[in-house]
């Protein structure tokens, strides 16, 4: 009874060391590398020995097993982290030899996690389709929102030294696209409306900025892409305009990964 | 898609594993006790090293897992068996040949005069 109750314990204690498993690998051993565990401690409650030492073992080796497991990255993951190892070169050898680049470390901790989980993004969805229009259109998002993202948190696509809060909007629009692409099921039709709704909200951003702070946008200091455009009202329109061009740019490519896939079908 | 590995040399675990699954179907425990007795209790494996490398067996195309079923001699739980594909069996069969060869020749060096191999 007492040996039942310690195997039942550590089986359950067993099954939390298994979560470390990578998901796929868990998926597929964690139930039967439990019942082994069972079996192996039974075994030796059988034969009337301990099971204490005997657990610590297999639990070392399980451990082993998990580091060795998770050190054989699949490349869809592998790929996003060398890339950005290697943007992430730029502003670490910036940061030691260009005198005014004066990184923080959370600098690099938010630069490194936006490039990885847009290069990450970018695996993952565009693995789903074999198709090269789709992929092109998965990488066109990407970028834009890439992009937009770290122009909104780095220096402010307009608005950040000017009293103008539009942050949030921004973070707004990536919503409806992560939302919009979890509705549409990354399917292309979907993702073409979905790109299109991003696009309209990019424009939104700066019209309720007009409506709301008029006085602040009047006296427009900044906008990003400054060579382009002057701190002005229309200049806050088109540097907008640039990421809804290439939010609309993806959604026509994605238009014509649905007619690919369309013809397919219909072949 | 699964690699060749039908000529590439096996490693003890993947050799053992073949063997206990070469008769007949085995799940992860029945694997187990059978390497450990084709050993007799010289190989002993955990289950991180038994799953991982059936793992990596399976994507080898050496082994496959079969239906889960009950065990008639142990609990009611159902569980995942595994047996050997045509490759393994393949791949098996020219580890065990390279083993004969490596015998041969040792056999053939110890009457020479001047090699003596272990007792």
Redesign the interface.
């Known amino acids: 009874m007492a040996h039942k109750q310690s195997i039942r314990r550590l089986r359950s204690w067993y099954a939390t060391l298994l979560r470390l498993y990578p998901k796929r690998y868990r998926e597929r051993f964690a139930e039967p590398m439990e019942q082994t565990f069972n079996d192996l401690l039974r075994e030796r409650a059988d034969e009337g020995k301990g099971l204490f030492g005997f657990a610590l073992w297999i639990f070392v080796e399980t451990f082993i097993g998990i580091l060795r497991e998770a050190l054989i990255m699949p490349k869809y993951i592998l790929r996003p982290l060398i890339l950005t190892a290697i943007i992430m070169l730029f502003p670490i050898f910036g940061s030691l030899y260009v005198a005014d680049w004066n990184w923080r470390w959370y600098s690099f901790v938010f630069a490194g996690a936006l490039v990885f989980s847009a290069a990450l993004g970018y695996e993952l969805v565009a693995r789903r389709m074999n198709n090269k229009t789709y992929r092109l259109a998965v990488g066109v998002a990407v970028i834009s929102a890439f992009a937009m993202n770290w122009a909104n948190f780095a220096v402010g696509i307009f608005g950040e030294f000017d009293d103008i809060p539009t942050k949030p909007f921004y973070w707004g629009v990536i919503l409806i696209g992560l939302i919009g692409a979890a509705i549409a099921r990354l399917k292309p039709r979907g993702m073409m409306y979905v790109m299109a709704a991003m696009a309209i909200a990019q424009m939104t951003v700066p019209v309720i900025a007009l409506f709301v702070w008029p006085v602040e946008m009047r006296h427009l200091r900044h906008v990003s892409f400054p060579m382009l455009f002057a701190p002005t009202v229309a200049g806050a329109f088109g540097a907008n305009a640039i990421y809804a061009a290439l939010f609309i740019g993806s959604a026509l490519l994605f238009r014509r990964a649905s007619a690919d896939r369309d013809a397919l079908t219909a072949a | 898609m699964a690699k060749d590995t039908t000529n590439a040399p096996l490693t003890p675990a993947v050799l053992h594993i073949l063997l206990a699954l070469s008769a007949q179907e085995r ?3 029945g694997i ?1 006790k059978m390497v450990e007795s084709d050993s007799q209790g010289k190989v002993k494996m ?7 490398s ?2 990596r067996m399976i994507e080898a195309g050496l082994i496959r897992e079969s239906d889960k079923k009950i065990d008639p001699e ?1 609990d009611d ?1 159902r ?2 068996y595994y047996k050997i594909t045509a490759l393994g069996q393949k791949a098996l069969a020219a580890e065990l040949q390279r083993y004969r060869e490596v015998i041969a020749v040792a056999k053939r060096k110890s009457r020479q005069p001047g090699i003596a191999y272990g007792s």
């Open positions: 799940h992860g425990y187990m955990g289950p991180g090293t038994l799953y991982g059936l793992g142990m739980e569980r995942v």
